[in-house]
Each structure stands twice: as C-alpha cells, then as structure tokens.
C-alpha cells in the first residue's frame, strides 16, 4: 500500500470561487483517480489523472469545471472551479501501482459551498 | 460502459450472525472485484478481493464469492461483531482498463 495525503481536508468556500485539492503519495504508484462522494452516496469516478499529459474525464465531469493537473508519479491536483452548492461533497484522490488492479484511497476533503 | 448494483442498501443484524451482501454487475468482461469497508467519516478501506479467475477467496470471517455465469458477485461475514458496523461498497473494473465502478453501497449495522 502506500501512504496518502491531502490538502486541505476540509473547505467551506463561497460560491463563484475555486479550490484546488492537493493529493501526494509517498512512492511512485501508476495510476491516480479523482473521486467523488456525495453526502451518504457511492463514489462516482471523475476523472483519471495521467502523467505529463491531459486528464480523461468521465461523463458528466468536464475540464473547464474540474481541471486537473500531474506533473510527476507522486503528486496531483483536482480544482473544483466556479463552485456552487451542488458541489458540496468529498472529493477523494486513489491510486493504484503499476500492474495492480487495487486502488487506495486519499482520507478526502470534505467541501462545502455556501 | 459497466453498471454495478448492489443490494440490499441497508443491513441490520444481530452480533454473532452472518451477514451476505450481493452485487451484480453488466459488463461480462470484467475481471477484478474489489470490496471496500467504509466507516463514518473515513476513507474507504479494501477489505477483500477477487479477480476473474477464481470462484471464492476468504480472509478470517469475511469471504468473497463470484459467478462469472450470471454475473454476480458476493460479501460473506461470519460472527458479526459490532466493529463491522460500516458502509461496505463493492466495485467492478473492466477488461483491460483500471477504472473502477462502485456499487451503491449497503450500510451494515451490528446490534449488540
């Protein structure tokens, strides 16, 4: 497994603002996922984060509401961008080594908009 | 693309019981099936997996079982201990891609 942090783990924000969420990782690992968790809801995929090159978003999310960055194998960043109330939620980073199919998951950040 | 369900969403059962949750998944070419502890206010933790190839796996008092025929996946855990109260996600990912879709969740409560 490996050890995973975020930043911040929690946000209240008003609305029209952005935020970016930090997730670092403490070994080089392949793969790294951005999600999100709406209150008492599953985890809905939004996006995974490639090294050195665009993200590939899921349908429904898109780059201009949630770019993302990963410039190198141990760090990303998801922005949620011009928030609204609707984008209260927690947004957890995963990540998963090269040849595995396990993902493990970041603690989250928990996001309100007011 | 992949469709995950899960039933059923909510659990309750005596301290010492089983207590089985059952997944069903669309995309016959899906080949990992992970499952997922997830306590209040906590990451979600793997608890057990089990890939394409192989039709049980157990750890202790949690095991998984998998029809590839029909397509349905299954949590198993034995003496219940009020410990294992959580919400548990089961999640399927597809051939040749590392996407994983999760389930809907199913909140289990252990009653002492």
């Known amino acids: 497994s490996a050890v995973i942090s975020q930043k911040p783990s929690r946000d209240i924000c008003q609305r029209g603002t952005s935020l970016t969420i930090q997730c670092q990782v403490d070994?080089?690992?392949?793969?790294m996922f951005w999600y999100r968790q709406q209150p008492g809801q599953s985890l809905t995929l939004i996006a995974t984060?490639?090294?050195?090159?665009?993200?590939?978003?899921e349908s429904g999310f898109v780059i201009d509401k949630f770019p993302i960055s990963r410039p190198n194998l141990t760090f990303s960043t998801l922005t949620v961008s011009n928030m609204s109330p609707e984008d209260s939620s927690i947004y957890l980073c995963?990540?998963?080594?090269?040849?595995?199919?396990?993902?493990?998951f970041g603690p989250g950040t928990r996001l309100l908009v007011l | 693309g992949e469709n995950v369900e899960q039933h059923p969403s909510t659990l309750s059962v005596q301290e010492g019981d089983s207590a089985v949750i059952k997944c069903t998944y669309s995309?016959?070419?899906?080949?990992?099936f992970p499952w997922y502890k997830q306590e209040l206010g906590k990451r979600p933790q793997l608890i057990i997996d089990?890939?394409?190839?192989?039709g049980e796996k157990k750890d202790q008092r949690i095991a998984v079982t998998l029809n590839k025929t029909a397509k349905h996946f299954s949590l198993h855990i034995t003496e219940t201990q009020p410990e294992d109260s959580a919400v548990y996600f089961c999640?399927?990912?597809?051939?040749?891609?590392?996407?994983?879709?999760f389930g809907t969740g199913t909140r289990l409560q252990v009653f002492p």
């Open positions: 995963s990540v998963a080594f090269y040849r595995e199919e396990t993902q493990y």
């Open positions: 070994s080089q690992v392949t793969m």
């Open positions: 984060a490639n090294q050195g090159s665009e993200a590939t978003y």
């Open positions: 995309d016959s070419a899906s080949n990992y």
């Open positions: 089990i890939r394409s190839n192989v």
């Open positions: 999640a399927a990912s597809g051939y040749n891609t590392d996407k994983l879709i």
